[in-house]
């Protein structure tokens, strides 16, 4: 059957939302920072957005057997979008474990390390994963310093954040009607996600 013009703009229109949904992507970081600027970084990505890293065929979830196996592919993509640095300088980034952990969804886990040069008076993380081909991506982070600790998130206008060291205080940024959003959203993200499960296994 042949689509006329008007059936035609529906179906870019239904394949346009079909792939902003299929690339709405999440991500959680857990950041200890010491007090002489080393920094250990834990980043947690659901399995279905893997597939990139992994270089595997379409956009679906990567198996566990997947992830132990590319675990030097996945440290290797995630840490390129991610910088640490010292005032202006750059830290050096070391490469850690990947493990697989279940929360709403399967998650893979990975540990990396950074070194800064000197004694810092501050550290400054830029963060840009997902950003290229997801707009509406967005990176939870829960920091902890010697200063205190910080909660928010990185999205595709904000993808960077600054904690001081040995300043005694309380939280940067506080956990508030921003971050309580963000919750939300991964709410939302997890059940898309189920959805998404089930229609695949149907």
Known sequence: MRCSWPCAVVLVAVAASSTRAHYDSITWSNVTVDADGSVDYRLQVPFEDLSEALGLRGHRPATVAEV????????????????????????????????????????????FGAT?????SAISIEYDIFFDHDP?????????????????????????????????GESTTPWGLASLGALLVAGASASRWRARARSAGA
Not at 73 to 95: I, K, N, T
Not at 116 to 120: D, E, L, V
Not at 146 to 160: D, I
């Open 136 to 168: 509406s991506h967005l990176g939870l982070y829960v920091v902890h310093y010697p200063g205190g600790e910080l909660r928010g998130e990185f999205s595709r206008s904000r993808r960077a954040f600054t904690v001081p060291l040995g300043a005694a």
């Open 68 to 111: 132990r196996s590319g675990s030097d592919r996945l440290l290797a993509y995630f840490m390129a979008g991610v910088q640490v640095r010292a005032g202006d300088e750059p830290c050096r980034l070391s490469p850690g474990s990947v493990d697989n952990v279940e929360a709403a969804e399967l998650r893979a886990e990975l540990r």
């Open 116 to 120: 800064c040069p000197g004694a810092p």
